[in-house]
């Protein structure tokens, strides 16, 4: 099998090649980009080294597409939008880890990321939250992968489905998460050591969270409010959710979770460095006594649960390939 | 002036006393310590190198007490109760920062913090949260700072008092608010680049939040409930509240805290390397369309407005001195 | 193949773990603990926790030998000397990641270590420098594995062998190296955004350093002063050269590493971010006009290259495996 | 006296404003930039916000020297020695602290920097490396603040300057030093937890460096190499001197720095995280057995003994005020 990735000289790209030149599965990857093209990947991504000694193409997304079985999109947010209708035509699995076709609701897609380049298109993709969606990817053709915020924050979410509650998420995500490009936010000296709220009460994952939860709660004023924040390391999120509400329990968590290959429900509060580098979430939930209260803490990596390892696992389920094939270990500790 | 810290070989005492030796209305400031007796005060903290020759002495701290026109105890917790009787008997103005006088409820106390040593003197203490209860504490002889993650959260919640609101409070703190003692959550290779919550749905500092914030709301049953984390870096905490409710405002923080000289009031989310080394609060709230959902961030320094600096301000305010003598600057950035 | 780790426990026995369960010839693993035993290998060493259900087993050292075929020791320097006898009795491979066996030079390893458990051993055991030593490690059956700063030191002396020079070389390490033994020096708090030299002129792997050094050159006074930094990261070695002399050139490297599989001379200073959690070296040579001045930088993962890694790659080397197997890839990026 | 800081908007100018803020002598600090005039000094220097409500200023450099008794010049290189004539022409004293006048020899300063602006005036600035020149700065007009390497650099060297070696100088800077501009270099993503070597066998400070180490040692090829390094924190200078010769003695450090306020000759290897904030040097020297080899390491703030500390010291002596007016403590620890 060969897989293209168009646009990888992104962070999440470059994890994305990383993953898929250890898939077992695939056996050749095609790197696109524009800005890097003729560059070896090693050089871009110093992972990549000793694992490829490939360049980037130069090549146009159809171009690509056609050299290739599976086709990833990480293209800036709005551009896979421009280009997904001539994929979508080659009857080839495309699986987008931007954010153009998270929602299917297209007025909640254009309040937080403007006009909407190929609108009809929305209906066609599936969001792929892989670790809850699960075997009902298999035979898709379209999935779009979620956001690193939306991911640890639909996790909190998702087994408090029937709990009537409205949680509070709270999360902080490391520099990676900001990309590849300089900004004032992730110059060192001012990020170093710090931490700060951002985008309040406006993150544009709610989009899809808020999609997601009002779709399994049936409940379409049902709210979930997302504070994000940005903290003095590289990689990973850590979110903690809040919730008051009536009958809380801890085996909410193991139930809905039972069986899945990369949440590891835990029974102490995780820690970011021990996902670091891997596709598991780990997640813990404590509740109050009488169960009307709960916290719940949940520790992803940004770029590989949170883009490249979910896109991956996507894809194997959307193959009917073994879910976890090229994802098992990755973690390096202590870093 | 003459001021004594008690048991000042720790984080918050090395700060308290650099505090104290930038006074200008502080001539002398002695230092004791069982463990580090004998020790120039800038070997143990090296901020205090410049700033003085003396050594740690090995006083009582009835000893120490008859030295001194103020007395500052900055034992473990536990400790302080052993010998306030005694100091207080003296007459001097005896301000303690570790948690025994936080709470004037025994009941409350005792859940968090065991078997109190000095239940009879709960009384006499006045909780000093000093940028809330400012001239009030005019004339006191007896102070109890509060905690440092009991700052930032009765800062957040202290505008919100008439809201009938339930808040949320999401809190990360650095490493030396763990203390100087060795632990495997403060072992650089495990806490670098690593964020954790810790005590979940059980911290202590939530008798002396709770004791608060239900005498402001004059509501015996109120909550709120704090979250806390640990954090990547050294210095400070930095706090988020969430809140749903009706009529809530951003002008609630403005007029709380107007006139106040060590809260600012900001116009975008607080960064945490701006307090460092400072005794300021800087708050930032943000209230969703209709009024009926607030965030708010505090950023503050753990060891200084979260202890030595409201110690000192504390000082100043009991003793009728400028509310701002010895405390205003001190930040270092970039750092 | 089965493999056995004996102490296990520590930051350099958790990667060989790693490396080991990845490894294509190994079949089985089991690591041993006393202060561990019982429990699982993942919630020791979160990194394996993917990787392996196992726990620490308590078997003593003979009988963990009987159970496997190839014996890495990973334990505190001076207890592998107590065992080797007995464990060199089987005729199976020994791999000692310990500094007990690292100089032939009784009088050299006691000066720094103290008195020697075996120093009758010490001759039987081959210094596995696998980068420079290679295929002539093939059919050892006692492998002493070098220490991480010699690793990095002697990687950039090795191509200087014949140019006359007596070296300076400026380390820093990460914390990791300290051990998972709690320390004063390795105190969250003291440690982040530090920097300090240590053990000046008196390192203790100056002692296998010299040992090669005099070898190679033939001179039994030539000098290399390794001077070592504890640094504010977590993982790796960055180690600068500089010498004086005639004739020295950038080739040196490019052709005492040629086809060397793990060492990779790069064509710019190389970053340490790079290396972490990989088996590789990567180095730069920079010469000043007329060849009489030479810089070079080393970077490596110190408990990969400089522990776990360079064990396995030894025991590749001893086995007449392929050099690699097992230890291709493993680096995340950005971290 | 009034101060005016020309070019205020970098990490140096706002450091410099900060002690200039501080300064018994200093009645007022204008601070003038072309990029952030009419903004609060406080919004873009986070550390003044506490220290004055003043704003930038669009002046010329000749309108801002009118209205001040001192001038500082905080521009980049280059930009000094355009200006630099007609605010001579004031007779008021001009402290510039980029490098523009920091060799007097012509041809070493075209070699790093390029084509001089105003070669005719580099004999009337004097170098102003205040722990070493002293009172002799008495009475200047025209001072050159050293570069923050040179600074480190030539602390290490003075003592050495009679014992004929040519130290390896190693040193590792911040990511402070790389200034506000946003580079790759300077990218969080990439430099935390980062170490590497840079302007190999070629950095520019080594035209000041060796400048003065020739004048010092009265030999006209005297060599020092310098070999810098950029690493995972913010703030400092640490730097490690390597040499090996005859008769050398920690005694030489203690000699050369007796009586100076700023220099702690300390025993034991100093630690970056105890200068920071700070216009101290920490320095330590070791002698190997025989005199013949001498490891040095020297702790400096980069922004402070660096850059606006060293320069208002400069101030203190050209103007025969109190050498350590407005410079003593400032540093905060645990950081």
Redesign the interface.
């Known amino acids: 099998m060969k897989a293209v990735v168009i646009g990888a000289a992104g ?1 999440a790209g ?2 994305l090649v ?1 993953l898929l030149l ?1 898939h077992p599965e695939v056996k050749e990857v095609i790197a696109t980009s524009r800005s890097q093209a003729g560059k070896r990947l090693g050089d871009v ?3 990549l ?3 490829t000694t490939a360049s980037f193409e130069s090549l146009t997304p159809v171009e690509a597409a056609a050299k290739a079985d599976v086709i990833f999109l990480a293209l800036e947010h709005g551009e896979s939008g421009k280009v997904a209708g001539e994929l979508l035509a080659t009857g080839k699995l495309v699986i987008d880890i931007a954010a153009d076709f998270r929602t299917s609701d297209k007025g909640l897609a254009e309040r937080f990321y403007g006009p909407h380049p190929a609108p009809e298109l929305l209906p066609q993709f599936t969001y792929a939250l892989a670790d809850v969606v699960g075997d009902a990817l298999k035979g898709k053709k379209a999935l779009a992968a979620p956001g690193c915020f939306a991911t640890a924050a639909q996790l909190a979410l998702w087994p408090l489905k029937d709990a009537r509650v ?1 949680p ?1 998420l ?1 999360a ?1 995500t ?3 998460g ?1 990309g ?1 490009g ?3 936010t ?13 985008s ?2 406006s993150h544009r994952h709610e989009a899809e969270i808020l999609q997601r939860w009002r779709e399994w709660t049936g409940n379409r004023t049902a ?1 979930a ?1 997302l ?1 994000v ?1 940005a ?6 999120i ?1 979110l ?1 959710l ?1 919730a ?1 509400g009536e009958g809380l329990s801890v085996d909410m968590y193991a139930k809905a979770y039972a069986g899945r290959p990369f949440i ?1 429900v835990v029974d102490q ?6 996902v ?3 596709n ?1 979430a780990h997640i ?1 939930a ?3 006594p009488l169960g009307r ?1 709960i ?1 719940v ?1 949940v ?1 992803i990596d940004n770029l590989v649960k949170g883009a490249g390892g979910q896109a991956v696992q996507g894809m194997n389920l959307a193959l009917g390939l073994p879910e976890t094939a090229g994802l ?8």
Do not use: C, D
Not at 186 to 198: E, G, I, S, V
Not at 269 to 274: D, G, K, Q
């Open positions: 962070y470059g994890e990383r250890g991504h110093p992972q080294a000793a694992l409205s509070s709270f902080v490391g520099s990676s900001a590849v300089l900004k004032a992730t110059h060192h000296p001012a990020r170093a050591h710090n931490l700060f709220a951002y309040v009460l709210e409010r504070m924040h903290g003095p390391f590289v990689r990973g850590y903690t809040h008051r590891r509060p995780p820690e970011l460095t021990h670091v580098g891997t598991y813990y404590q509740v109050a209260e916290q803490s520790a098992i270990g990755g973690g390096v500790w202590p870093i």
